[in-house]
């Protein structure tokens, strides 16, 4: 079921600007981007709401510095050990 997100502002907008569907697009992307950003949602959830492809999406997530795959240290640490030893082979 759709949800809809209500933002509240100290002052009035200009009605044009309730209408500029450009700037009411990159409110909505910014929201969802901070959602993803916070991993609230997954990329796959991010891309649907957006309306948008996956590769879409990892656009947007380089233009706002998300990484595409965020491990944990340990796990970096592990895959860094793997090249490593298959380096040496």
Do not use: C, H, N, W
């Not at 929201?31 to 492809?53: C, P, T």
């Amino acid at each position: 079921m759709p949800k809809q997100v209500v933002l509240k502002f100290p002052m009035e907008l200009p009605e044009k600007g309730l209408k500029d569907k450009d700037a009411l697009k990159r409110g909505k992307e910014t929201f969802i981007i901070e959602l993803l950003r916070k991993r609230e949602i997954s990329q796959g959830k991010a891309a649907d709401l957006l309306e948008i492809s996956r590769q879409e999406l990892f656009d947007l997530m380089a233009m706002y510095d998300i990484p595409m795959a965020d491990f944990p240290p340990e796990e970096l640490q592990r895959q860094r050990e793997d090249a490593e030893k298959v380096g040496k082979e």
